[in-house]
């Protein structure tokens, strides 16, 4: 059974500090790995997909990096911004076609 | 409009009581799932569809049951609310095929008193 880590579990920043998010998995035979956003009360949107066979995906100042090998990922978001302020997902798909989430990372920009 | 809704948004009930929450998607996707979110928990996969017929039990199944009516919509039923329901519900779909994106909607937030 895949497991999903996700650490730290809260995160506090000033704006304009860079993001490091970081999740890992104990099956390294992924297919692909998603990062999602959740905001307090609201549903949870598709950042980024990143497949097995690339290294690094990236979307404007989110950039999600791949190393299946040791089993990890890790999300930067550049020059934080009190928007950005939000719970963060990874999750893998596993045999049975379902997605194993971290238990996520809550971020919160300071202005 | 939104590709992935769910009825109702918010809902508080009485132990024991039965609960429908219901979801549609206008996406067109095969495969439909509900998860059911704890906090500081991640999402658990509750049940899933592939297509109209063919429904399969999630992690964590009992005390749930579901309805596929139709490409569109998937519906999750309580039979017999008890508090430790109480958590937020997703829906998501994806595209027929392995490892597809999924595809969230906003959630319910459900209270079983």
């Known amino acids: 059974k895949q497991e999903v880590t996700q650490i730290p579990a809260a995160l506090s920043v000033p704006e304009g500090e860079n993001l490091v998010l970081n999740c890992s998995f104990t099956d390294s035979a992924i297919y692909n790995l998603q990062w999602f956003r959740q905001d307090p009360g609201k549903g949870l949107t598709s950042l980024l997909l990143i497949q097995s066979s690339q290294r690094e995906q990236t979307s404007g100042r989110l950039n999600a990096s791949l190393d299946k090998s040791s089993g990890r990922s890790t999300l930067y978001i550049a020059a934080s911004q009190p928007g950005d302020s939000a719970t963060y997902l990874c999750?893998?798909?596993?045999?049975?076609?379902?997605?194993?989430f971290g238990a996520g990372t809550t971020v919160t920009v300071r202005a | 409009d939104a590709d992935v809704t769910q009825t109702p948004r918010n809902r508080i009930t009485k132990t024991g009581k039965r609960i429908m929450l219901e979801c549609s998607q206008t996406k067109g996707h095969d495969r439909m799932y509900w998860y059911r979110q704890d906090p500081g928990l991640g999402l658990q996969l509750i049940y899933y569809?592939?297509?109209?017929?063919?429904?399969n039990k999630g992690e964590i199944s009992d005390g749930y049951s579901v309805s596929r009516q139709a490409q569109a919509k998937f519906s999750l039923s309580l039979e017999s609310a008890i508090p430790n329901q109480t958590a937020l519900y997703f829906c998501a779909t994806s595209a027929a095929g392995a490892h597809n994106e999924q595809f969230f909607g906003p959630g319910t937030r459900l209270t079983v008193l």
């Open positions: 569809s592939f297509d109209v017929k063919d429904i």
């Open positions: 999750a893998v798909p596993d045999n049975d076609y379902k997605l194993s």
